[in-house]
């Protein structure tokens, strides 16, 4: 089974475990030559040398220090960079969250619409006539008329809207504009096959 990779450290990390490391190895000198005797030729050689080995890991202390240095520097300009791509980001997140509420507002704006058309509809519908006196009922092809009117209007600010966002990218808002206004479209339709029908059955009107 081989073996996994070990992953290999972040420079700031690196940099603080060889200080660490180094600045422990660097006590444990100058601990050991404080508590050396001093009291032979031997011991003095010994002590000489372990100045010597202090020295050397002082500068290795040094070093680590400088490396551990530019490695904070690195990770705060990484830092800044990354602070800066969100603030980037914030700032698009929220004209994009502004975008889209203006759209919505014009969706719901539409939805208030498509439900006044469908009670006024309703209202027509409700009323009880027989085909004669629906044939005969002026007001009613009036209405009909209005209503239709009303339609087409709505339909023409749903298609803006609906255009307005795919353009945006929010084309999920779009599918639900078109949506609604196929609704529209389908109902409109049915209002004018009735006004045709009543057209038709309407008693020509004889010349004078």
Known sequence: MAARTKPEEAPLVAAAEAFDETLQRFAALANGLRKGSLDSQRNLER?????????????????????????LGSARDAQQAQAETVRVRALEIQARSEDLARLMRGFEAIGKDASALNASAQQLAARKRTPDEMVKDGQLLAGLDELQERMTAVLTAGETLADEARAADFDDLAAKVD???????????????????????????RAS
């Open 179 to 205: 949506s609604l206004r196929q609704q529209i479209l389908a109902a409109r339709n049915k209002i004018n096959l009735l006004k045709e029908a009543l057209v038709r059955a309407a008693p020509p009107v």
């Open 47 to 71: 002590a000489a040398e372990a100045l010597k080995e202090v020295a050397t890991c002082e500068e290795e202390l040094q070093a680590h220090a400088q490396a551990l240095m530019a490695a």
